[in-house]
């Protein structure tokens, strides 16, 4: 895979009513790198991920998706991009199983394992026909989490990934991500916890955090 | 046209000043027009045949609905543009529009149910022109009401620009289908007295209320957005400076 | 000049018969006018009042944050 | 190697679908409510048929009207909370289209049967013997422009609190030229006159609204997840 820059931003700024959360954030993520963002609560960690998803509109800056504007290739960027936010997007009164489906169905680039391989990989393999609502948080997350194993998105977007899971979990979770990395993948998460993932680089928000105008 | 004028136009300071040295003049016109308009109308106009005196109440019921109409359409495009260029003075044109014209169709409500009592002998009458009146206030207490609703101000706005473009779509529609619902009902009706068939010596006092009307929107939409680009710019520089002499000569 | 319509100021009142409908519609709609110009002029004052405010009570923070660095 | 992936219609609506199948109860709550509403109208007024043919139709139309309304917030509340609006606001399909999946499955959960259950209340409430067609035509075509309509007043609101008692002041005003037209076409029906000219109009409503309101609701998300 060719060190191809995936994503670069150039001095982003985001501001909600008229005080300025952040400015002039510059980072850029080559791929099989892994990005984690640092910075206490409020200091615009999931904002900022949201503008890196296009949830959000920047009020000023741009980003740039293999060294072309977001609003020139949108399609081909959002179809190769995971996000997993704070809440795991589960439906409560479906399946763990129906709601992997339902989630897959919908996102562009997915290889050839199976739902039922899928959640036997995060553990929930006795569960796959209970509906979510009988089960644990925890177990919530593992349905979402195992969206990273059938996705074949190159970015994966994730906001506190670590929340919630139990410690099994998180070394689970450690070597998918160090996989995806090998297969040159690139991965920007927020986490206060320190991961053991080799080349792993540090972007702390706090001291970039813009004052009020 | 450069792009430096319209830029400039949208700076709520710039407006804030051209707006101090010229609101006098306006306010001083408008309330002579509307004056003479008003005194023409209700003391020198000749009286109707049917009705008698009680069609002066033209002169305030048909200017309002017009502005309270135009009202919407003018609030509209402020939002519009402030979508479009994202442009926070016209967000601000639009939020101050709305209290306007709620209040202009309240108004030519009000006076159509009042006139309504001697033509027709009862204060509400289903007529097809009173009754889109009442859903344009609907339309205009929906935009007001969502606006207030949400917490962050940008949100608030662009909202209240969407309900307000979905709104213009859904005026002609509503006004036409309340026309056609009006004639399916009351097959031969009066028509509400239409202007243009007036004798010329009525006719003229309502063109100048009309006129009268439209500045005095004008005088009322720049007001509301002087006091709500105050509230807005509070933490600005330029504002602290405009009060900053007061507070000087005090110390 | 204009001939005035009604012969005096008293009719101009009854209007014969239809001024209390015609001077209740006009009374009405000038006092929601009028209040439409007055609430952005009191807001305005109310405003810039505030504003004031907050500029002197920032000034006196100012000034002594200034003293204490002063002293210390 | 980026597959050509549907437009997103299909997979939001089976999801839809299937959740509202998931909660069959919630789905009956709508009819419930038009078939009960319906039972006030001669306590209320008189249970003398001949009376009661003469509003019937337009009362059938109010009561659909508002049981659309009622149903109409859960279109995206559900979503919003639980993060999976997130997700579709993000998804690279066009925004439009798989809203306009989860604006038919709500037709086809409320709309829909509020359409088929319409006779029951015309025999309860003495409709005339020709009002049943046009009655049935102009609820089927008139609750899609509800639901249509109403999926923008559920997306300007889905991140308030008390967003319900809002959305229907803010959507009541687009849904009278629906009830026009709906109530006029059995009208029209019913004095034997030619009940299509009022149809075709609703028809004409309701392809504006396919037209439009999916673009407006889309806009309409994007800002309040801003919120």
Request: net charge positive; with cysteine.
């Amino acid at each position: 895979m060719s060190q191809s820059t995936l994503l670069k931003v150039d001095n982003l700024a985001f501001e909600r009513d008229d005080s300025c959360l952040f400015e002039n954030i510059n980072l850029s993520l080559n791929s099989g790198e892994i990005l984690q963002i640092e910075g206490a609560n409020g200091s615009g960690k999931t904002t900022l991920l949201r503008l890196l998803t296009t949830a959000l509109q920047p009020s000023a800056g741009g980003i740039l998706y293999k060294g072309v504007a977001l609003s020139q290739c949108r399609y081909q960027y959002l179809s190769n991009m995971l996000y997993i936010g704070h809440q795991p997007a589960v439906k409560l009164t479906l399946t763990a199983e129906e709601n992997l489906r339902w989630m897959v169905a919908s996102s562009a680039k997915i290889n050839q394992l199976s739902i039922d391989e899928a959640l036997d990989g995060v553990g929930l393999s006795g569960y796959s026909d209970i509906p979510c609502y009988a089960l644990s948080a925890g177990q919530h997350r593992r349905v979402a989490l195992a969206r990273l194993l059938i996705s074949e998105a190159e970015l994966w977007y994730l906001d506190e990934p670590f929340t919630a899971i139990d410690k099994q979990g998180v070394s689970f979770l450690e070597a998918r991500l160090q996989e995806h990395l090998h297969r040159g993948g690139a991965v920007l998460l927020s986490s206060h916890q320190d991961l053991a993932i080799d080349n792993l680089r540090k972007y702390s928000l706090s001291s970039q955090a813009g004052q009020t105008q | 046209m450069s792009w430096q004028w319209f830029h400039r136009l949208g700076s709520p300071r710039w407006f804030y000043q051209t707006s101090t040295r010229w609101l006098p003049l306006l306010a001083l016109i408008a309330a002579a027009v509307l004056v003479s308009g008003l005194v023409w109308g209700l003391a020198f106009a000749p009286a109707d045949a049917k009705q008698g005196n009680s069609f002066r109440i033209i002169y305030i019921h048909v200017p309002a609905s017009f502005l309270a109409l135009a009202g919407y359409y003018i609030m509209a495009i402020a939002g519009a543009v402030g979508l479009i260029w994202k442009m926070k003075l016209s967000y601000m044109v639009m939020k101050s529009a709305a209290p306007i014209g709620a209040a202009l169709t309240f108004i030519a409500l009000f006076t159509g149910a009042i006139w309504g009592k001697p033509t027709w002998g009862a204060y509400w009458v289903w007529d097809a022109r009173i009754t889109s009146m009442l859903i344009l206030l609907f339309l205009y207490l929906g935009v007001m009401a969502l606006q207030y609703a949400y917490h962050s101000i940008d949100a608030a706005s662009k909202a209240g620009a969407i309900l307000a473009l979905v709104g213009t779509v859904n005026i002609p529609i509503i006004y036409k289908s309340v026309d056609w619902w009006y004639t399916l009902h009351q097959p031969a009706t009066i028509k509400f007295t239409s202007a243009p068939s007036m004798h010329i010596d009525m006719f003229l006092p309502l063109l100048v209320m009309i006129v009268g009307f439209y500045l005095f929107y004008a005088v009322a939409l720049i007001l509301h957005t002087r006091s709500e680009i105050l509230r807005r710019e509070r933490k600005t520089a330029w504002v602290r400076e405009l009060v900053q002499p007061n507070v000087g000569e005090k110390a | 000049m204009m001939q005035m319509y009604f012969a005096s100021f008293q009719d101009l009142l009854i209007m014969d018969g239809h001024g209390i409908y015609v001077w209740s519609a006009v009374i009405l709609s000038l006092l929601v006018l009028v209040w439409l110009i007055v609430v952005p002029l009191l807001s305005r004052r109310a405003l810039l009042k505030d504003i004031a405010r907050d500029v002197l009570r920032e000034r006196a923070r100012q000034s002594s944050s200034k003293n204490n660095q002063g002293e210390v | 190697m980026a597959q050509s992936i549907n437009s997103g219609f299909t997979p939001w609506l089976k999801r839809d679908l299937l959740l509202a199948y998931r909660r069959r109860g919630e789905v009956a709550s709508p009819l419930v409510f038009f078939v009960m509403v319906s039972t006030l109208i001669p306590l209320g007024l008189t249970p003398e048929s001949a009376q009661l043919a003469e509003i019937a139709a337009g009362m059938i139309w109010v009561m659909a009207l508002l049981a659309t309304l009622l149903s109409v917030d859960g279109l995206f509340a559900s979503d919003y909370q639980d993060g999976s609006l997130e997700q579709l606001l993000i998804s690279p399909q066009l925004l439009p289209m798989p809203l306009l999946g989860k604006i038919t499955a709500h037709w086809l959960t409320t709309g829909l049967p509020l359409t088929l259950v319409s006779p029951l209340l015309g025999l309860m409430l003495s409709l005339p013997a020709a009002g049943y067609l046009p009655m049935l035509c102009s609820l089927a075509l008139g609750t899609a422009c509800l639901s249509l309509t109403g999926a923008v007043g559920a997306a300007l609101t889905v991140s308030l609190r008390k967003g319900g008692l809002l959305l229907s002041l803010l959507v009541m005003p687009m849904y009278m030229p629906v009830i026009i037209f709906g109530s006029a076409t059995i009208s029209y029906a019913i004095d034997g006159l030619n009940w299509l000219p009022p149809l075709a109009i609703l028809g004409a409503l309701f392809a504006a609204s396919v037209a439009l309101c999916p673009l407006a609701a889309a806009g309409a998300l994007r800002i309040t997840s801003a919120n």
